[in-house]
């Protein structure tokens, strides 16, 4: 009976992989993780904070990265930009434009 009990709950488990391995292996959003560290000083979701990027679009949030990797003397966000690559700030922008 113990091995019956066993065996049963072993193939009810098998029975759920496939839907609980399409909900965890399923990717967040390009540019998420990366607007992560962003949220840090601008706010929940881009909410507030130092300033408000929920609402830019991403052509204006590209601009002003790009901008400030090219300042001579960098100031801290200016040093955060030049970690970026072009697609992480094109990733990035696109989806920091989707937050309101």
Known sequence: MKRRKILCAWAC?????????QTALAAPPAGRLLASNC???????????VEKLAGKSASEI?????????????????????????????QLAN???TLR
């Open 62 to 90: 590209v601009k002003e990265l790009k901008e400030m990797q090219l300042k001579s003397t960098p100031k801290m966000m200016d040093k955060h930009a030049r970690g970026y690559t072009d697609a992480e700030i094109n």
């Open 39 to 49: 949220f840090q000083c601008h706010g929940t979701n881009g909410s507030g904070g």
């Open 95 to 97: 989806y920091l434009a």
């Open 13 to 21: 488990s098998l029975a759920c992989l496939p839907a609980l391995s």
